[in-house]
């Protein structure tokens, strides 16, 4: 998977978490992408910039993740 990440032109931002190991976000698309642990990379639409604030910002990034991402917005696993 980590040829994949490597070829989606995105700003990668490394996470601590133990679910999650990194993170982009397309503003102008409002698209969500998720590198988690397991090497799996999921994007999610239709994602505002509060809620990608909230998980940037947040102390655990994955409770964040289950609170206020999962089952909310439509999403790929790429």
């Known amino acids: ?4 990440r490597s070829k989606l ?6 996470v601590a978490s133990s679910n999650l190991s990194a993170v982009a976000y397309v503003e102008e698309l409002r698209q969500l ?3 988690f642990t397991s090497a799996d ?3 999610y639409f239709n994602v ?3 809620i990608y604030r909230g998980l940037m910002a947040a102390s655990s990034k994955g409770k964040y993740f289950h609170q206020h991402i999962r089952g ?6 790429l």
């Open 48 to 50: 505002p910039p509060s």
């Open 41 to 43: 990379i999921y994007v």
């Open 9 to 14: 032109p995105l700003a990668w931002i490394p």
């Open 33 to 35: 992408y998720i590198f």
């Open 1 to 4: 998977m980590e040829a994949v």
């Open 72 to 77: 909310r917005f439509a999403f790929q696993k």
